[in-house]
């Protein structure tokens, strides 16, 4: 059985991973940030505690979960990023197949004044 000091830091952070859970299903990246902080501290509290076995198990499938949803979060951000990339790539030239079949990139003219009309 574990002492009081370490139930309690255990019990804090499953509250703190629930925490993170939900704002991660809530797409709360500012949240899932503010939380970082004090999970990284209670990690290092529970490191120098006396911990038995079994302990922890039920943290492993909570970090599992979160680790699982902040891939998915990165990845999302990732897909984005790449997404905004391509429509500037579309927006700033235009790309199409020369008759010898290669690809060419054709530059997009910008209009840089602005005609007033009365």
């Known amino acids: 059985m574990s002492s009081a ?3 309690d830091l255990i ?4 509250d703190l991973l629930e925490a993170e859970q939900r704002a ?3 797409g709360d990246l500012t949240g ?8 990284a501290a209670l990690i290092a509290a529970l490191d120098k505690a006396p911990i038995q076995p079994g302990d922890l198990h039920g943290l492993r499938a909570a970090l599992d979960l979160n680790q699982t949803l902040l891939r998915g979060a990165s990845d999302g951000i990732k897909a984005v990023a790449e997404r905004l990339r391509a429509l ?13 079949g290669k ?16």
């Open 24 to 26: 991660l299903l809530d």
């Open 88 to 100: 500037k790539r579309t927006r700033d030239t235009l790309e199409t197949y020369g008759r010898d």
């Open 11 to 14: 019990d804090e952070l499953t």
């Open 32 to 39: 899932v940030t503010a939380l970082a902080e004090r999970k």
């Open 103 to 118: 690809r060419e990139t054709i530059p997009a003219h910008k209009t840089k004044t602005v005609e007033k009309r009365a």
């Open 5 to 7: 000091p370490t139930t």
